[in-house]
């Protein structure tokens, strides 16, 4: 609801995926706008796939950034 433009940079953190044995993450970043206008929105999506069944409890930490400037 601002009255600035926004240039966003969202990114796989560099500590993202943590258990790159069971999981992976894409996204449709990069087909996104890179500015938002003022009163716009955008959605991105990420998507967290399963590569192999464990045979025990796993856990994944999944870390994402969405940075945004007044353009």
């Known amino acids: 609801d601002g009255d600035l433009d926004a240039e ?7 500590d993202g995926n943590t258990n790159t044995e069971y999981f992976t993450i894409t996204s449709d970043w990069n087909a996104q706008p890179k500015t938002i206008a003022a009163g716009d929105s955008a959605t991105y999506t990420v998507t967290v796939t399963l590569i192999k ?4 409890t796993i856990h994944g930490a999944f870390h994402i950034e969405l940075t945004a400037k007044a353009g």
């Open 53 to 56: 069944t464990p045979t025990e």
């Open 8 to 14: 966003v940079t969202p990114s796989l953190a560099k």
